[in-house]
């Protein structure tokens, strides 16, 4: 009986296909996953179900709880909001689900219409823009630079060089 056996070159080669098989294969699954996270208000179903047209907003309250905001307009609908994050590494967080629960009340303060609203409802409004909107034209930093030069010991400038001006009035 004859054994079939692999020179040392053969036996390199198969062992680095088979090495970068298994981190090709290791490659692609993901190794970090990302990180979930629920904000503002958690609905619960069953309480969804009991509002109903013609229902109190004492009643609305106690089923539902203290709504996450209030139309500005005489208070005439309640909003519940609930927003789910997803954060992968160091990325900002991305806003994967948005839904809302509008509770509509009438001049009787009974509730007329419960209506649901999802992210594809609605529109992002950046109430923050952390940015200064500025008047003129935008400089670069050579722009900045080169356009100073001149500027300095103008005996036509306010602000005095230092030696200049009468020296009985200096303090």
Excluded at 22 to 47: H, K, M, N, S, W
Excluded at 90 to 116: L, N
Excluded at 151 to 159: A, E, H, K, V
């Amino acid at each position: 009986m004859t054994t079939f056996r692999l020179h040392r070159p053969a036996r390199a080669l198969l062992a680095a296909a088979g090495l970068s098989a298994a981190l090709a294969v290791t490659g692609c699954a993901p190794l970090v996953q990302p990180v979930i996270e629920d904000r503002g208000y958690i609905f619960d179903p069953a309480d969804l179900a009991k509002l109903q047209p013609g229902a109190s907003k004492e009643q609305v309250r106690t089923v539902m709880g203290s709504p996450s905001t209030v139309s500005t307009v005489d208070g005439e609908a309640w909003y519940y909001i609930s927003s789910r994050f997803e954060t992968l590494m160091f990325y900002p967080p991305k806003e994967i689900e948005r839904t809302v629960a509008a509770v509509y009340f009438d001049k009787t303060e009974a509730v007329q219409e419960v209506a649901y609203y999802g992210l594809e409802d609605g529109q992002i409004v950046n109430f923050v823009d952390r940015t200064t909107p500025t008047r003129g034209k935008e400089l670069t930093i050579l722009g900045q630079l080169f356009g100073n030069l001149g500027r300095f010991n103008n005996p036509g400038s306010s602000i005095p060089s230092v030696g200049t001006g009468d020296p009985r009035t200096r303090r």
